[in-house]
């Protein structure tokens, strides 16, 4: 079984200071990951995924992760924060290869101060 | 990447009417398609899976005579409420599996807003 836990349900940043959202996963398999971020009353956009490669992932506008086994975590950042990256962000995981079946944590809400 | 769309993007009906919506696979076949649940400010919820020429499989909790779910064809599948009230409303997102060798990749539609007066 998978499961993902968003540790933070709302983040507030001040634009241009660092942005972290933190995620822990569990799964019985070598899992892969993902970041989407969701505007309001919008579909999902991947921001990026780890599959097994690098344990740094960069992925689009600025962000990455990094897939950190023994803590079994893979937190989202981000060096300075716009204010169009105020969204939801959700963190999700599969089991093995691929996205087929996904496990979605419950989201942060990233909220960016002028 | 891959493009996935609904259609409608919203619709508000009366309550005890039906409502299809559409998800179409625009540049790729996907024998695998999800349908998702969001309720506001909160995570998305899978509903069933959708495979084509079968039957969906529904997840626990999910009327599966209330949420008809069809995929007639390799780049579409329909979602129909049925009797549709209140509670019904929500955000409803598909997404389409596209499958390169062993990998799949799943790609999200925009969303449905459906609301039930």
């Known amino acids: 079984a998978q499961s993902v836990t968003q540790l933070d349900s709302h983040v507030s940043v001040s634009e241009g200071t660092p942005v972290l959202l933190r995620c822990n996963y569990s799964s019985s398999y070598s899992p892969s990951l993902f970041w989407y971020v969701q505007h309001p009353n919008k579909g999902l956009q991947l921001l990026l995924k780890?599959?097994?490669?690098?344990?740094l992932v960069k992925g689009i506008n600025g962000f990455e992760a990094e897939f950190k086994k023994s803590e079994t975590s893979f937190h989202l950042t981000k060096p300075s924060a716009h204010m169009s990256d105020a969204a939801e962000y959700f963190c999700?995981?599969?089991?093995?290869?691929?996205?087929?079946?996904?496990?979605f944590g419950k989201g942060t809400k990233l909220s960016v101060i002028p | 990447g891959a493009v996935v769309s609904q259609h409608p993007s919203w619709v508000i009906c009366k309550s005890g009417t039906s409502v299809k919506i559409e998800c179409r696979s625009l540049?790729?076949?996907?024998?695998?398609m999800f349908w998702y649940r969001q309720f506001p400010k909160q995570s998305l919820m899978l509903m069933a899976t959708s495979n084509e020429g079968s039957k969906a499989t529904y997840e626990q909790g999910v009327e599966k005579d209330k949420f008809l779910i069809n995929h007639a064809s390799l780049t579409l599948s329909t979602l129909t409420v049925t009797s549709a009230h209140p509670e019904d409303s929500s955000f409803y997102i598909c997404?389409?599996?596209?499958?390169?060798?062993?990998?799949?990749?799943?790609?999200f539609g925009p969303g449905t807003r459906l609301t039930v007066l």
């Open positions: 997404s389409a599996i596209r499958t390169s060798g062993s990998y799949n990749e799943q790609f």
């Open positions: 780890y599959t097994s490669a690098a344990t």
């Open positions: 999700v995981v599969s089991e093995g290869a691929g996205s087929y079946q996904l496990t």
């Open positions: 540049d790729f076949q996907a024998t695998t």
